[in-house]
């Protein structure tokens, strides 16, 4: 039972343009959510962050909004730049509990 | 300050022989934890220590594997025997605090053929 869905496996973006990339979660326990993202060859990095009281968090080009009633996130990378493209994961957490993770979303920033 | 370090990067071994990973955290990070990523999937949760104890290891798949943090300074995962299932990308990850993001490895690739 994947309780983080990522459903967009890749997505492709020109440069300067907004990204947008979409998250799902089923487990109503989470309180917390992380983005990481993560280059080839590489361990992933913690992007941005949220918590279940908000409904955004903002960190110079990249926001996190949370929509707790449709268990909905997404995060906006704007203006998106070549540097950006990478794989993505979102990342749900109860408590002090372990990250459970989704599949990730492959960005890719077209010149 | 150095990050976490995993070694060795890419470890290919044959069905049946024993592999061991090793993860050293940051200094001073209490807590440290092992993922797996199986091709294209997610990044599971394997388990987690609070300096040598363990504190939650129900994401360990089974009984072949073996974590330990001896002294909670570094710790290693050792598969054993190796199954073909195995294969996949294991990162370590630490954090100071419970409630702060932690920092990844950059992880093992195991394969095994």
């Known amino acids: 039972d994947q309780q983080v869905k990522q459903n967009s496996p890749s997505l492709s973006v020109q440069e300067g343009r907004i990204s947008i990339l979409n998250c799902d979660y089923t487990?109503?326990?989470?309180?917390?959510f992380l983005w990481y993202k993560k280059y080839p060859a590489e361990g992933p990095t913690f992007l941005i962050s949220?918590?279940?009281?908000?409904d955004k968090n903002e960190d110079g080009r990249f926001t996190v909004f949370l929509n707790k009633s449709a268990k909905h996130l997404s995060l906006h990378i704007v203006p998106s730049q070549p540097g950006d493209s990478a794989v993505y994961f979102c990342?749900?957490?109860?408590?002090?509990?372990?990250?459970?993770f989704g599949t990730g979303t492959r960005l890719t920033i077209i010149p | 300050e150095a990050g976490v370090t995993q070694f060795p990067s890419h470890s290919v071994i044959e069905k049946g022989q024993t592999v061991t990973l090793r993860c050293d955290p940051i200094?001073?990070?209490?807590?440290l934890y092992w993922y797996r990523r199986v091709m294209g999937k997610e990044i599971k949760f394997l388990l987690h220590?609070?300096?040598?104890?363990?504190?939650?290891e129900s994401g360990m798949p089974n009984n072949r594997f073996l974590a330990e943090r001896t002294g909670g300074t570094y710790s290693t995962l050792k598969v054993q025997p190796a199954e073909l299932e195995d294969s996949g990308v294991y990162f370590c990850?630490?954090?100071?605090?419970?409630?702060?993001?932690?920092?990844f490895g950059q992880g093992t690739r195991l394969t095994v053929v």
């Open positions: 200094s001073g990070h209490d807590n």
């Open positions: 220590f609070v300096k040598e104890s363990k504190q939650d």
């Open positions: 949220i918590s279940s009281i908000k």
């Open positions: 990342a749900g957490r109860f408590g002090n509990e372990k990250l459970t």
């Open positions: 990850a630490s954090s100071q605090e419970l409630n702060t993001e932690a920092f």
């Open positions: 487990n109503s326990m989470f309180d917390y």
